[in-house]
């Protein structure tokens, strides 16, 4: 009958990691692997964009709770650091080698850009909002959730932090209202591409070293700063919409009104509220903003953010459950195959000659087998190693809070990760 379940009382967080990293590998295997199937169901669903949109749930459900528990913006980043970083710089280097060596360009044309203006804005992890193309396809999603990281620092610096249902309710609102309006890649187009990204750079090591000063003052500018710098790239200098970037940081808002409400740190009534506004609010910003005679482009909007709604609300309320081993395992390793199933398809394409072969069977389950081996030994070897690095570190160089300043218990989050970044 299978492996026993699994027992932790996160599992459910676990068994949506690995659903929403398994969406987007299959969205996107089926360009290769399946095109009949994917061409047909193009029409009526989206799988990536579901995928993502649960990653960010997750996401703002447990990564302010992390900032919270430990109580230090300095541990916060060091964790995000080394839970992030070690495997999006192997991931990096994997997607360029084959241009290193001659034998293929580099996707979106990023071969033409300055090659320090393309390391420096992927340093940043902002690149999709610094107008450099992603080396790596799915790395938007974490321009995002650094956009995210640097919000809820700002707002825990501030005291502003238990305020995330006016916070979603905002962003969804700003997003209908005002995301139509504004352009994309503003600054980009008129500053030029490498200006802003240094100068976006520059203000962000500013920022995230005074954030994590022992000294409040500079605490409290560092964390508006980079608050400040986030936000201003997201609605001036995003390569998608800018009511798709604040409705998509609305979502992740949102995860963290369930958070709060479950935990009693605000009513739920006002939790049901401001989840309805952001709901309607992106539903109604994706209906305004897609433009004319996108029908089907709405639609898939529409139905990526009720099934990803959907599909969070069933996982929360059956979060006393025990999940299967199997499904957990996969949240384990999500990261790992969030990141690195583009790289396996560009091998798949590129060098062994799969695709335009007509739907394929065989080949796609060889592929899945291959990404979760993968997967597992980079979770294994890269991200397990580099996270307890982290762990000795934050160990060493944050102190341990005590009395009045110690952080809220938040016993079962400390060990998970979150979203496709393990956010």
């Not at 459900?61 to 710089?89: D, H, N, Q, T």
């Not at 201003?232 to 009511?243: Q, S, T």
């Not at 069977?361 to 979760?372: K, Q």
């Amino acid at each position: 009958m299978g492996e026993p379940p699994a027992t932790t009382r996160l599992g459910w967080l676990d068994a949506l990691r690995g659903l929403a990293a398994l969406a987007v590998a299959l969205h996107h295997a089926g360009y290769v692997y399946f095109p009949d199937v994917h061409a047909r169901m193009a029409g009526w669903f989206d799988p990536g964009t579901f995928g993502v949109l649960v990653f960010f749930l997750v996401s703002g459900y447990i990564v302010p709770a992390s900032l919270e528990r430990r109580g230090s913006v300095r541990g916060f980043w060091i964790g995000r650091f080394f839970r992030i970083y070690p495997l999006l710089a192997v991931g990096g280097l994997l997607a360029v080698t084959p241009f290193l060596l001659g034998s293929r360009g580099l996707r979106a044309g990023l071969e033409q850009y300055d090659p320090v203006t393309a390391v420096v804005a992927h340093a940043t992890m902002l690149q999709d909002v610094l107008g450099v193309p992603n080396a790596i396809n799915v790395l938007w999603t974490l321009s995002y959730e650094m956009v995210f990281y640097l919000l809820i620092v700002a707002l825990f610096v501030t005291g502003g932090h238990r305020r995330s249902a006016p916070v979603a309710a905002g962003l969804a609102a700003a997003a209908l209202l005002a995301g139509g309006l504004l352009p994309t890649t503003l600054l980009s187009r008129s500053a030029g591409t490498g200006p802003v990204a240094a100068a976006a750079a520059l203000a962000l090591l500013a920022a995230l070293a005074a954030a994590m000063s022992d000294r409040r003052v500079p605490r409290i500018a560092g964390g508006v700063l980079g608050g400040a710098v986030a936000a201003l790239l997201v609605v001036l200098n995003g390569r998608v919409g800018p009511w798709e970037g604040l409705a998509m940081l609305a979502v992740m808002f949102t995860g963290t009104v369930v958070y709060r409400a479950e935990h009693g740190q605000i009513r739920r009534g006002t939790a049901a509220a401001a989840a309805a506004a952001v709901c309607l609010g992106t539903l109604a910003a994706g209906a305004l903003h897609t433009g004319p005679g996108s029908g089907r482009d709405q639609f898939l909007w529409s139905g990526s953010v009720v099934s990803a709604a959907l599909t969070f609300a069933a996982a929360w309320l059956l979060r006393d459950r025990a999940f299967p081993r199997w499904a957990t395992g996969l949240g384990t390793v999500s990261y790992s195959l969030y990141l690195l199933h583009p790289l396996l398809l560009m091998a798949a394409v590129q060098f062994l000659g799969f695709g335009g072969r007509g739907d394929d069977l065989p080949g796609l389950l060889l592929f899945l087998a291959v990404l979760v081996a993968v997967s597992w030994a980079s979770q294994r070897w890269i991200e397990a190693p580099a996270q307890r690095l982290g762990r000795r570190l934050t160990r060493r160089v944050v102190p341990r809070p005590t009395g009045a300043a110690r952080p809220e218990p938040r016993p079962d989050c400390a060990r998970h990760p979150s979203s496709p970044s393990a956010a």
